[in-house]
T-cell receptor, first 110, second 115 residues
Framework: GENVEQHPSTLSVQEGDSAVIKCTYSDSASNYFPWYKQELGKGPQLIID?????GEKKDQRIAVTLNKTAKHFSLHITETQPEDSAVYFCAAQEANNLFFGTGTRLTVIP | EPEVTQTPSHQVTQMGQEVILRCVPISNHLYFYWYRQILGQKVEFLVSFYNNEISEKSEIFDDQFSVERPDGSNFTLKIRSTKLEDSAMYFC?????????????FGSGTQLSVL
């Protein structure tokens, strides 16, 4: 099955700086890559996703890039704010199931 | 915004006991899922459910596990005889369509501790 690796496991940035989280996947047939944000005491919430027919997608301060050849995709958060502090998960879809990375704990320092 | 609700938020049980984790998916959704996350590890797929039957299941979902939609609103995960290694956060999720290219809505999870 699909194997998703995610780095780093923890990330601390100063408020206003950018944060980048990277993921790789193993199955070239995967074609849907969502990113989830999990705040304390809550379930994962979808924040952005990208399909394999595009290389980049942006939504305000959040962007995701996809390199299908290299089988990696990244989440970029610009102008970080304290409320961005959370655990972020990448995922890749193979067939009808999502395979998740291990998560990145992002801390934005005011 | 509609949400998936899960109860209880925490469940402590003795090894060998049966537990039932409950979920209320979003009302118009048709596909239901259980995932779990052992502390420090990946969120793992357990099972998907559609039209009152299991669509797919992972290797984790062995004979000790079962799912049921007993009425029009609830979706349950039963673990028949819990083991220590079943301790994890269990997430329920639902979607209007199949997961393929479709947004999953997750509940806030049930933390299961097996002693």
């Amino acid at each position: 099955g699909e194997n998703v690796e995610q780095h780093p496991s923890t990330l601390s940035v100063q408020e206003g700086d950018s944060a980048v989280i990277k993921c790789t996947y193993s199955d070239s047939a995967s074609n849907y890559f969502p990113w989830y944000k999990q705040e304390l005491g809550k379930g994962p919430q979808l924040i952005i996703d990208i399909r394999s027919n595009v290389g980049e997608k942006k939504d305000q301060r959040i962007a995701v890039t996809l390199n299908k050849t290299a089988k990696h995709f990244s989440l970029h958060i610009t102008e970080t704010q304290p409320e961005d502090s959370a655990v972020y998960f990448c995922a890749a879809q193979e067939a009808n199931n999502l395979f998740f990375g291990t998560g990145t704990r992002l801390t934005v320092i005011p | 915004e509609p949400e998936v609700t899960q109860t209880p938020s925490h469940q402590v049980t003795q090894m060998g006991q049966e537990v039932i984790l409950r979920c209320v998916p979003i009302s118009n959704h048709l596909y239901f899922y259980w995932y779990r996350q052992i502390l420090g590890q990946k969120v793992e797929f357990l099972v998907s459910f559609y039209n009152n039957e299991i669509s797919e299941k992972s290797e984790i979902f062995d004979d000790q596990f079962s799912v049921e939609r007993p009425d029009g609103s609830n979706f349950t995960l039963k673990i028949r005889s819990t083991k220590l290694e079943d301790s994890a956060m269990y997430f329920c999720a639902s979607s209007l369509y199949r997961a393929h290219n479709e947004k999953l809505f997750f509940g806030s999870g049930t933390q299961l501790s097996v002693l």
